[in-house]
């Protein structure tokens, strides 16, 4: 029984030595070394990519959105802070350029954003230099497919009517989604007092219930709706429209205020069963830690290509776990975004669903800028990437001609 023992012992160890040199690297882990970070902006400077090549030929990409014009100077400063470190050292990395921004407004904003991209690239790099997925760098994930919502990005300027509704809820669910979402906020809406003032008036509450009853009506009790305000009025108007759409059971109603007093946030929560999420507008892990504290939502959204990336995006996710708070991203990226998403949303228990956007199926340019194997998005689900890394490579010269002009493109 002993030599049995030690026979195992031994061949445990040949197996070992063999499993990990069989392991696909492309290079020495502590020999990786950043050389230079590149980065291109599209979408009229709304879309930054940012790719960090290594002294071994390997490069890992990321993406920011939303919060990133103008800022090619920050990303060549964080590309110095970056040269000559191994990029494995995600999180250190991630510290080291939060923390040297500590009086630079490293808070949030634009500078947070540029760090998600970067974060997001190095996480990208490191799964392609160990040869994992980044969900597998991540801790593992808890599901194979992430449940997608369909935006259904009713343009405000059209002033769609309550059939346009209807209608554009019935093609997502035709095209296999299980839940969508609408825009209330309307800014040409004859029917507000005055731009400014953002108390709604009668008659436009009765324009939101209306859309929200069509769409409620084309698609039946089984599908999620959720309804977005974009922070564009005031309290007494979130109070009203939670309340009056508490018939249609929302799957939430998404920032009834702006995101920055979340004592309004908690006394529009506190009034109505209907679900209020919030987060998009709100950056790291810090920025949610609070709100979560005093239940000031129901759900969390916060922006992975905007709050901090993938990393800050698990802690984040994480917190809200505590306060059995769900975990919905949002999302306005191209695919290397939303699949660099999908990769945390596996990785947390409290995922709820992430944000899908109809351009993905109408707006050509956005298959062109990346190469990925299989389709994008299946019966309302993305599957998770087995592949190295992030598993979705940008199109350079695809992108090439959705450059901006006057914006850097890849120097
Ligand atoms: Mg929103």
Request: with cysteine; aromatic share 10%.
């Given at each position: 029984?002993?030599?049995?023992?030690?026979?195992?012992?031994?061949?445990?160890?040949?197996?070992?030595?063999?499993?990990?040199?069989?392991?696909?690297?492309?290079?020495?882990?502590?020999?990786?070394?950043?050389?230079?970070?590149?980065?291109?902006?599209?979408?009229?400077?709304?879309?930054?990519?940012?790719?960090?090549?290594?002294?071994?030929?390997?490069?890992?990409?990321?993406?920011?959105?939303?919060?990133?014009?103008?800022?090619?100077?920050?990303?060549?400063?964080?590309?110095?802070?970056?040269?000559?470190?191994?990029?494995?050292?995600?999180?250190?990395?991630?510290?080291?350029?939060?923390?040297?921004?500590?009086?630079?407004?490293?808070?949030?904003?634009?500078?947070?954003?540029?760090?998600?991209?970067?974060?997001?690239?190095?996480?990208?790099?490191?799964?392609?230099?160990?040869?994992?997925?980044?969900?597998?760098?991540?801790?593992?994930?808890?599901?194979?497919?992430?449940?997608?919502?369909?935006?259904?990005?009713?343009?405000?300027?059209?002033?769609?009517?309550?059939?346009?509704?209807?209608?554009?809820?019935?093609?997502?669910?035709?095209?296999?989604?299980?839940?969508?979402?609408?825009?209330?906020?309307?800014?040409?809406?004859?029917?507000?007092?005055?731009?400014?003032?953002?108390?709604?008036?009668?008659?436009?509450?009765?324009?939101?219930?209306?859309?929200?009853?069509?769409?409620?009506?084309?698609?039946?009790?089984?599908?999620?709706?959720?309804?977005?305000?974009?922070?564009?009025?005031?309290a007494?108007?979130g109070m009203?429209?939670?309340?009056?759409?508490?018939?249609?059971?929302?799957?939430?109603?998404?920032?009834?205020i702006p995101a920055e007093n979340i004592d309004a946030y908690k006394q529009i929560t506190d009034s109505?069963?209907?679900?209020i999420?919030a987060?998009?507008?709100?950056?790291?892990?810090?920025?949610?830690?609070e709100m979560?504290e005093i239940g000031a939502v129901?759900?969390?959204?916060?922006?992975?290509?905007?709050?901090?990336?993938?990393?800050?995006?698990?802690?984040?996710?994480?917190?809200?776990?505590?306060?059995?708070?769900?975990?919905?991203?949002?999302?306005?990226?191209?695919?290397?975004?939303?699949?660099?998403?999908?990769?945390?949303?596996?990785?947390?228990?409290?995922?709820?669903?992430?944000?899908?956007?109809?351009?993905?199926?109408?707006?050509?340019?956005?298959?062109?800028?990346?190469?990925?194997?299989?389709?994008?998005?299946?019966?309302?689900?993305?599957?998770?990437?087995?592949?190295?890394?992030?598993?979705?490579?940008?199109?350079?010269?695809?992108?090439?001609?959705?450059?901006?002009?006057?914006?850097?493109?890849?120097?």
């Amino acid at each position: 029984m002993a030599g049995a023992g030690l026979g195992v012992v031994s061949t445990y160890g040949r197996e070992y030595e063999t499993a990990l040199n069989g392991t696909p690297k492309l290079s020495a882990p502590s020999d990786l070394k950043i050389t230079e970070i590149k980065c291109g902006y599209i979408r009229g400077g709304s879309g930054l990519f940012v790719k960090i090549h290594t002294n071994q030929g390997i490069w890992g990409c990321g993406e920011g959105a939303d919060a990133v014009p103008g800022t090619y100077h920050l990303v060549q400063m964080f590309g110095r802070m970056l040269k000559d470190q191994n990029p494995l050292n995600v999180n250190r990395l991630f510290e080291n350029i939060r923390k040297a921004g500590f009086f630079r407004g490293a808070q949030s904003g634009m500078y947070v954003a540029v760090l998600s991209a970067v974060e997001s690239a190095l996480w990208d790099l490191a799964g392609k230099a160990l040869g994992l997925p980044v969900y597998q760098l991540l801790g593992g994930k808890f599901r194979d497919k992430v449940r997608v919502y369909m935006d259904t990005a009713l343009y405000q300027s059209q002033l769609p009517k309550p059939e346009d509704f209807a209608a554009s809820a019935k093609e997502a669910v035709d095209m296999g989604f299980t839940a969508v979402k609408f825009d209330l906020d309307q800014a040409n809406d004859p029917n507000k007092y005055d731009r400014y003032n953002w108390t709604a008036s009668p008659a436009e509450l009765k324009r939101m219930y209306d859309q929200m009853a069509a769409a409620r009506e084309a698609v039946g009790p089984n599908i999620d709706i959720c309804a977005d305000m974009h922070g564009r009025y005031d309290a007494v108007t979130g109070m009203r429209v939670a309340k009056m759409l508490e018939p249609i059971g929302l799957m939430w109603l998404e920032e009834p205020i702006p995101a920055e007093n979340i004592d309004a946030y908690k006394q529009i929560t506190d009034s109505t069963s209907t679900p209020i999420c919030a987060g998009e507008n709100h950056y790291l892990a810090y920025g949610f830690r609070e709100m979560l504290e005093i239940g000031a939502v129901n759900i969390i959204m916060p922006d992975l290509q905007k709050a901090g990336g993938l990393g800050e995006g698990l802690r984040i996710a994480n917190l809200s776990n505590l306060y059995y708070v769900p975990f919905a991203p949002h999302m306005v990226a191209s695919y290397l975004g939303a699949m660099a998403s999908a990769h945390v949303c596996a990785a947390v228990p409290n995922f709820m669903i992430l944000e899908w956007q109809i351009y993905f199926h109408k707006n050509p340019m956005f298959k062109e800028i990346v190469d990925f194997d299989g389709p994008m998005v299946e019966n309302g689900f993305i599957t998770v990437s087995d592949k190295p890394g992030v598993g979705v490579e940008i199109n350079e010269e695809a992108m090439k001609k959705y450059a901006v002009e006057g914006m850097p493109f890849f120097e």
